[in-house]
């Protein structure tokens, strides 16, 4: 059982667009982030994305877990700007703000 089944938590999504001209455009165009979070602290348990390479999504969720989306973006943002260093690294961005956008908004 997930250590986070047991928390008080929500399960958030973004969407983004995949950059036409890359690779990962001839696969996929769109870019999904399902966020789990624990709205007691706004600190992320579990994530998941909707890359066809299993590596790519456990890379991105090991990168996520542990952080808070509390006071907003910046950490997240620098941390994959930094360690994702591939293309739609931009969509995968948006994708994150997106789900941590619609956590703050149904949090308000």
Request: aromatic share 8%.
């Amino acid at each position: 059982m997930a250590e986070w089944k047991n928390k008080n938590t929500v399960l958030t999504a973004g969407f983004a667009q995949i950059p036409k001209g890359t690779t990962l455009y001839e696969v996929s165009t769109m870019v999904g982030c399902v966020l789990i979070i624990d709205a007691d602290d706004g600190v992320i348990c579990d994530a998941s994305f909707t890359f066809v390479m299993d590596k790519t999504s456990e890379f991105l969720v090991s990168l996520l877990v542990g952080k808070s989306v509390a006071g907003g973006m910046q950490e997240i943002a620098q941390t994959i700007q930094e360690r994702f260093l591939a293309p739609g690294q931009g969509a995968v961005l948006q994708a994150i703000r997106a789900a941590v956008d619609r956590y703050h908004e149904k949090k308000a």
